[in-house]
């Protein structure tokens, strides 16, 4: 089967007419509201799968907490997993995600995918969560509301100045997964959301653990890289891989299909030239680093976003907000502390609101507080090293002098109280 796009594809398979059951359906009508048998009390999912008493402002014990605390309920979506509704509540909206089969008490993972969101830090480009309860057996996740998917974000095709975007916003969040000793497990352009600001969000953390629990895990075979085909281990370097094929599909609206011999052809970048008419060769050359057949030789987020071809795509803001991290701060210490709740991750403040942070006049030298929590950091001596990937063709690409990075000075007065955010 030769590789195709995915317009080749519908135009090759065209959709036909399915011949209507005869059998009538005995399924039960999909509500958010739960079933009518009468269950606990909701409950609250804490840390760790603490179950609390749900109290909330405006909540009346005996109601449920859909009707109580949301109006105008609307579906939006539908899983393998579970339904998502849109929500308002006191002039804000969200997404409440409800399972689709009743929690199995006796299963110990019954809570993990809440777990993992109590522990990931905030940053804009990870799907914000709220709060998550039990009503009735059913599980409840209220998160921020996002715009669409990136699947459906890109179906009719993206500029390349979106999707150098895209790159930048999706290195950062798996950057704060990768710098907290997290892997993603499950990257894919459904499990990427487009915020309501424009942020591209990492989402879906079902599949998420730690680097050192990472045996076992199975998500999408059409991402997985070649070695956790093998041997069902992942890595960070698996998560890249799968970011990378999420880019590939995204640039080249390249159709994955789950044949064995189809997928060896695009995983090994076996892909023809006219897959990249019209895109540049900073990009295919990127693609190409990140799906290294060698999973020790594929570039981490942090050497990715140092990159010089990454880096001159970024706005001068953006230039500066990288460069004051590269040389500031560093990966998160204390994952335990942050894992057991001892430690709150710091809530960054949207890029367009956000305000210099004043000094107190008793400190002499400001201070840049990191984004993830944990002791503070020292500024690092040396800066981050900038790969340099090599062209399809084998010949690395040259980087004209004017273009390259400067290093900061440091001999000039102390920096500003600021703190930013790559967008």
């Known amino acids: 089967m030769e590789l195709q796009t995915k317009t080749e594809r519908r135009e090759k398979t065209p959709e036909t007419a399915k011949c209507p059951s005869l059998k009538k359906s005995t399924k039960k009508r999909v509500s958010i509201r739960g079933t009518t048998e009468v269950k606990l009390g909701p409950q609250l999912i804490g840390k760790n799968g603490v179950l609390t008493p749900f109290d909330s402002d405006g909540y009346v014990a005996g109601m449920s907490i859909i009707d109580r605390l949301f109006t105008e309920l609307e ?31 006796g299963d110990p ?168 008419v019209g895109r540049s060769i900073e990009l295919r050359s990127l693609i190409q680093s990140m799906m290294n057949l060698d999973a020790s030789k594929r570039p981490s987020c942090v050497e990715l976003l140092n990159e010089s071809r990454i880096f001159e795509k970024l706005t001068e803001r953006e230039k500066r907000s990288l460069k004051i991290r590269g040389e500031s701060e560093e990966p998160a210490s204390e994952c335990s502390e942050i894992r057991n709740g001892s430690v709150s991750p710091e809530v960054p403040k949207s890029p367009i609101t956000k305000k210099p942070r004043t000094v107190s006049p008793k400190s002499k030298t400001p201070k840049i507080s990191p984004k993830i929590s944990g002791s503070p950091s020292t500024p690092v001596q040396q800066p981050l090293p900038i790969l340099r990937f090599s062209s399809p063709d084998n010949s690395p690409p040259s980087t004209p002098p004017s273009n390259r990075r400067r290093q900061i000075d440091r001999t000039g007065p102390p920096p500003r109280a600021l703190s930013f955010n790559i967008i």
């Open 109 to 276: 993972n019954k809570f993990k995918e809440i777990e993992m969101l109590h522990i990931l830090p905030h940053h804009p480009n990870l799907l914000r969560f709220h709060k998550a309860w039990l009503e009735k057996d059913f599980i409840y996740i209220q998160t921020e509301l996002c715009r669409t998917n990136l699947l459906e974000y890109s179906k009719n095709g993206l500029d390349e100045k979106t999707i150098w975007r895209i790159v930048r916003h999706l290195l950062s969040g798996l950057d704060v997964l990768h710098r907290n000793e997290y892997l993603h497990n499950d990257i894919k352009p459904e499990n990427i959301l487009v915020g309501s600001n424009g942020f591209f969000k990492l989402a879906d953390f079902g599949l998420t653990r730690r680097v050192d629990c990472s045996k076992g895990i199975e998500g999408d075979s059409r991402y997985l890289a070649l070695e956790v085909l093998l041997n069902n281990t992942t890595s960070m370097a698996s998560d890249i891989f799968a970011l990378a094929i999420t880019f590939l599909e995204i640039t080249t609206n390249l159709h994955l299909d789950t044949d064995a011999d189809y997928k060896v052809k695009y995983k090994t970048f076996q892909i023809p030239d006219r897959f990249f």
């Open 75 to 105: 579906k939006i979506g539908s899983g393998d997993f579970g339904d998502v509704w849109r929500g308002e509540n006191n002039g804000d909206v969200f997404a409440i995600k409800k399972s689709k089969q009743e929690v199995n008490t």
